[in-house]
């Protein structure tokens, strides 16, 4: 099931469910923020009659994915939207590996991020500078323009928000190995894929010119690519594509001194994905010529040689002329101190609940690359979840009372879902039926320690969702399609249908944090 | 009558004329140098029957109009042609204000030297370095590689040559003024082109930003363009249609604070051009709303602000976003070394002879924005004008006599032509008849004396060809034609047409210089 389809469904299907939050904040938390002050601003302002109150101000952090998905899809006359980036167009990155061998142009993988929003109607606002400072306690954003300036004073400038969307996406990740950063390419922006393609025709312009021993041109024509993930692996491709097709016609004397070399920490390249599509790419690489270095760390970046080591510890070095970083990703610095100001400071991304909210934080949302969603675990709520669905409180738990709460339960842990379908299994049924053996199933009663075995694996397929273009852009829409909703279903209550049980599962603190998007 | 045409013309009929300086050579010039020296293998070589010459080596400097229009028309099969230059590719470069503006895509007016040279065949070589000393003495380059490079040391090479075409173009002409290379931008390449675009889009960018009082915004928005020949105008009217149909549309709210100013030293812009035209340029800015300050120098660049002094002296400062220079060009300077090196420190350009060779070394020639042409005066050669025409030694020129020269002289004297036309006159006889007043013209005699009288103004017309792509790249073909002859004509000297009578028009020395292009 996708990821999209599942969060929107579980939305939409919680949404149902659940009671109208906006009245329940006014009982259980008078002091909740952002909906609270709105609910409020409106009965006063109701009571003025017709005055027009003021849009909520939604400041968006990032124009990748995931902001510009969110940007894309959010009704911008029912907020004041603002969105602050130092990159003022939106990049279709799948396409970057191959902007670095010319077969795309940089140019069609582009789009301004003011034509955007002026197709929106030109309600939203974008600012180009950078967000060097998230002030969740005063709801205050610091910015800096990006470029050089001659602004007066240091170019910077405050904003104020209602709720933040933080979408700045990620940086690559280093690993802190030494000359990384000084000697090799990335290939996380449009600029990135500029500069490799530059490199390596550089490479093949130095390779020709007379003088050169054979040793040297080796080098300059040996291109090694870090990391065997996707962005890796499709780059080699190209490269291998543009050297056989394109370069070799045109530098023909030096055709056969090309070598690429693709280096893996793990067992094997894309590791993500099926074995089967692992498999094939090696085998096309081996036909193609490209060496695959598996279970070989990068140690060292020198200015001609880069250093690694093997599975036994035993270092080597191999000279180079074109280095290409893409061993994974990591924070960006104003993440690591937004992280570490809430109380996050361990993590590799900024933790949200399933609602993609930092829970730290009134009014801030974080999607894309530089977020990730705690995923609620089963054994943790097991006890709630067996309360929940022993309707009769007899302290066993029926077929039927299973069968009754296994939609909510789905929707809450979609772990069980993942469980059930790596078991071949259609639902938590077969699981009891699997755990109490060959007894008749509809008059087992199951207790809560047996409760417990039947689901005691599942929290096995909790699994962080992939850094990738569909995920942000996946968020930023349902988050999109939240904000939306929200407004309308303030603006027409009675559209809500309240059905109480849905809050037996909510925590009061749940209940505080979730009443933004609570009262969908 | 075109350059080019003019040009080929006169060779061709030069060539016609002129008796067979292979031969002369050896007569007149035996330390001549390059043909000589191949004359002499020739001989050698034919006495030792079938072995084959090795290729005479051409050298060619720079890729822009006049290298590449050589590249493009010589032909591979006849020379070891090699081309050196750090720049890979060729520009069209009349498009470049088209880039500023995104109008035209830089891609699209770009063409890489090694498609070109693939295109012929593949026997040309070239180089992608930068020439840093020429060496006429010992007949060598010295290159290094513009990139920075990890290259084992310094990446410098040599390359000896037995024609050397030096078509390095010029660079942009700050006349020293202060802060001009800090604070404005050039365009004089594709990159500067790019650059220019970001700035304006940075300006507007920066001005729509929170926070900036309205004085600021202006500021960021007066794009001021130094300099009002055809590139300036150019890029003044494609920066004009920019924020009038795109950027005003997607910056809406500081569409009205843009300003545009031109500002010309000279009392018109467009100077060059027919009077028409500056007229035209002038009223369609001021329809345009582009300002143009006519009569005043620019004198200092600050980071905001320009300052100018106008005709009377009076200083004044605008501030500003972007400053645009294009007041001029200037020779590079490794041009400057080499003129120094030669003997003509003086110049703004390598001065060349009408075959465009540098006189001063052997087998050296000079094309396009580099190099200029000396024109030779008549009133510097009058005496062997008038003894080159006087057939019959009367000491005085018959109206026949001077017909039966004029062709000669006006392949010889250009401004001849030039200055006719001027006054409306059809040939040199009607200059004669009006210098004679209403004397019977068959019958007319005149001395030396009234000759010069005749001819004593035609040098007003002598001219150097302006900077243009056009000039460039007729002279690379012209010189491109004459290698490709020079050679034809050594193998089959049977083919030259002898007549006697144009050597009358070269001196010794001149002849010396003549022999390689001579030999056609």
């Known amino acids: 099931m996708p990821f999209k389809a599942f969060l929107l ?12 939050f906006s009245k329940l904040v006014l009982v259980f938390a008078a002091s909740g923020g952002g909906l609270v002050a709105y609910a409020d601003a409106r009965t006063d302002q109701a009571a003025e009659s017709c005055q027009v109150p003021p849009k909520k101000k939604v400041v968006v952090l990032g124009t990748g994915w995931a902001g510009t998905t969110f940007v894309r899809n959010i009704d911008g006359s029912l907020y004041d939207v603002q969105i602050i980036s130092p990159r003022n167009y939106f990049a279709f990155t799948p396409l970057l590996p191959s902007v670095t061998c010319g077969t795309v142009e940089s140019r069609s993988i582009t789009e301004p991020i003011r034509r955007i929003i002026s197709k929106k109607g030109g309600e939203i606002k974008f600012w180009e500078a950078e967000c060097f400072k998230i002030d969740p306690d005063h709801k205050k954003i610091h910015c800096r323009t990006n470029i050089a300036t001659n602004l007066d004073g240091n170019g910077e400038f405050c904003v104020d928000y209602d709720y933040l969307v933080i979408a700045v996406g990620a940086r690559a990740n280093t690993f802190n190995t030494p000359g990384v950063v000084e000697h090799c390419n990335f290939l996380k922006e449009v600029e990135d894929a500029q500069k490799i393609r530059r490199s ?120 180079y002329g074109v280095a290409v970083w893409s061993a994974g990703i990591g924070p960006h ?17 900024v933790s949200t609940d399933e609602w993609l909210r930092v829970n730290e934080c009134d009014g801030v949302f974080a ?27 007899s302290g066993t738990l029926t077929v039927q009372e299973i069968k009754d709460a296994v939609e909510d339960i789905y929707i809450r842990y979609p772990q069980v879902e993942l469980y059930l379908k790596s078991k071949h299994m259609k639902d ?58 929200m407004k309308e279903c303030e603006e027409k209550p009675e559209d809500i249908s309240i059905s109480g049980d849905l809050h037996l599962w909510v925590e009061d603190k ?6 933004e998007i609570g009262s969908l």
Chains 1, 2 share one sequence.
């Open 200 to 319: 390596v025709i550089d490479c093949f312009e130095r390779a020709i010119l007379p003088d050169l021993d054979e040793e040297e041109k080796k080098r300059l024509l040996h291109f090694v690519i870090v990391g065997g993930g996707p962005t890796g692996v499709e780059f080699s491709a190209e490269l291998h594509d543009f050297v056989a097709e394109d370069l070799s016609r045109l530098y023909p004397t030096v055709r056969d001194l090309v070598s690429i070399t693709v280096i893996e920490h793990g067992g094997q390249i894309l590791t993500m994905f099926d074995k089967r599509i692992s498999k094939f790419a090696e085998e096309k690489f081996q036909r193609d010529g490209i060496e695959l270095k598996t279970g070989c760390k990068v140690v060292k970046v020198a200015d001609k040689t880069i250093t690694m080591e093997d599975a036994l510890h035993e270092k080597s070095s191999v000279p």
């Open 9 to 20: 469904d579980g939305a939409v299907r919680a949404f149902r469910r659940r009671p109208s």
């Open 510 to 515: 749940q209940l505080q944090n979730s009443q």
């Open 428 to 485: 938590i049924i077969h699981l009891v039926a699997a755990s109490k053996g060959d007894a008749e199933k509809e008059a087992v009663e199951i207790t809560i320690e047996e409760f417990k075995n039947v689901l005691a694996n599942v929290d096995s397929q909790v699994k962080n969702l992939p850094a990738t273009a569909q995920v942000a852009a996946q968020q930023g829409n349902y988050l999109a399609q939240c904000f939306n909703r």
């Open 367 to 393: 999607i894309g690359d530089c977020a990730t969603i705690s995923q609620r675990k089963v054994m943790e709520d097991i006890l709630e979840i067996f309360e929940f669905a022993d309707k009769d409180n």
């Open 333 to 349: 610095p104003i993440i690591l101190d937004f992280m570490k100001n809430i109380g996050q400071g361990n993590g590799r991304a």
